[in-house]
């Protein structure tokens, strides 16, 4: 929320520098107010836990949220009840005739698939292109950051040599960017997914700019320089034991997979892990509602621009 100043406070250039949203009194008593409409794609299989981790980060600020949940309807979920996606999810038809100020597309277990062999990707793709027009800042994550760079950038995905599984530590690239304001210089983040994406193309592609990456994960968050498209490839959402049970899932099945890096103390699988990326994930979602959604969009959601971001329809 802003700070509230006098007309003509001389902090006030030097807040407005560091990016700090700072109002004058004038402004202030003039200014209208209304609940921030955010839309979330919920693509995970764990769809129940998935809803609690993006509620509880979008629910820490002062900002009233409303909250409307997308499904597909071109795809079945096998892991969550039919009773609970008809009573809780609006079809992403029907979504698709509204506006908002916000979207959040979740990651997905298709990431091994080309995205056109996805079941549901020309649902996607129509998403996806809607957003450009009738969301006014969206931040993709995992997946979906792979799907969105590939729409609008026509950046491709790579297979890596093995799962990029574990809690990594990142760099912050551009300090003064809005989406990082009050991080450290080296935070935590968890990752879990079976391709990459290049920091190189990222930073290569007109209108985006890399704002964090990692020595051992690679590129993590990006953003248009319009601040209407942001990437988040990895999941900070997750919670203490997310990667554990993900870990011991594949365990179960038999699949292929090492002990998640950096997460267990001494990487000893019998111990607790700690939590030490909660603040950061928090900070995002709160800097991206902030600066990126409420700063930002018309208060007439009719009054949407389409995003000047260069469309290249991958």
């Known amino acids: 929320m802003p700070v509230r100043i006098p007309e003509g406070l001389p902090a006030m250039g030097e807040l407005a520098a560091e990016n700090i949203f700072a109002m004058a009194k004038g402004r202030a008593i003039h200014q209208d107010i209304r609940p921030l409409r955010i839309a979330v794609l919920n693509l995970m299989p764990t769809k129940l836990v998935t809803e609690l981790q993006l509620l509880r980060l979008l629910g820490n600020t002062p900002l009233q949220v409303d909250v409307t949940l997308i499904r597909m309807e071109s795809h079945e979920s096998r892991n969550v009840p039919a009773e609970h996606l008809e009573a809780f999810y609006e ?9 908002f100020d916000g979207l959040v597309v979740t990651g997905a277990p298709v990431e091994e698939l080309p995205f056109e062999e996805v079941d549901y990707w020309p649902e996607m793709a129509g998403l996806l292109d809607w957003s450009r027009t009738s969301v006014w800042s969206t931040l ?3 997946w979906g950051a792979q799907a969105g760079l590939y729409r609008h950038f ?25 989406l990082v304001r009050g991080f450290d210089e080296r935070f935590l983040a968890p990752h879990s997914r079976h391709t990459g994406i290049e920091a190189a193309d990222i930073e290569a592609a007109p209108g985006l700019r890399l704002l964090a990456a990692s020595d051992e994960a690679g590129a993590y968050l990006a953003a248009s ?3 209407r498209m942001v990437f988040v490839t990895g999941h900070p959402e997750y919670d203490r034991l997310t990667l554990r049970a993900e870990y011991e899932r594949d365990r179960a099945k038999g699949l292929p997979i090492a002990v998640p890096r950096n997460y267990y103390p001494d990487d000893d699988p019998s111990r607790e892990p700690v939590m030490t990326w909660r603040s950061h994930a928090h900070l995002l979602y709160a800097n991206w509602l902030n600066y990126h959604v409420y700063q930002a969009t018309p208060f007439d959601l009719a009054r949407l621009p389409e995003t000047d971001t260069p469309f290249r329809g991958g």
């Open 225 to 227: 320089e319009d601040g």
């Open 140 to 142: 993709h994550i995992c």
């Open 154 to 178: 026509g950046i491709g995905k790579h297979k890596l040599p093995e799962k990029m599984f574990g809690l990594f530590a990142h760099r912050v690239l551009d300090a003064r960017a809005p």
């Open 91 to 99: 079809p992403v038809g029907r979504v698709l005739r509204e506006r």
